[in-house]
């Protein structure tokens, strides 16, 4: 848990992932480094923290949510397994 949060009780966490999940689904199109980015940062946890939850290692996610480096699918899948989330293809918005 990163230390400059307070800890969320059950029912504030489980509001928090449900608000984060709504989010997602209604900016598919978001960029992957983005939305890693905001599933960690919702969940309050470290570079480290996640990155050792989801099985890569830190020096990677912080790469990935820099956008230095672009994640291999099957990273990306373990980085988005947290939150239930798999990757996939979203058309493109038609731009006016």
Do not use: H, W
Not at 9 to 33: M, T
Not at 41 to 64: F, H, K, N, P, W
Not at 81 to 86: C, D, I, N, Y
């Amino acid at each position: 848990m990163d230390r400059r949060f307070n800890p969320l009780n059950p029912a504030e966490e489980l509001q928090a992932r449900r608000r984060l999940s709504e989010e997602l689904v209604a900016d598919p199109a978001l960029p992957v480094p983005a939305v890693i980015r905001k599933i960690r940062t919702t969940l309050r946890l470290t570079i480290a923290e996640y990155a050792r939850l989801c099985g890569v290692s830190a020096r990677t996610l912080q790469d990935i949510e820099r956008e230095v480096s672009s994640p291999t699918l099957v990273t990306a899948d373990k980085l988005l397994k947290p939150m239930g989330l798999t990757v996939g293809a979203v058309q493109r918005k038609k731009k006016a």
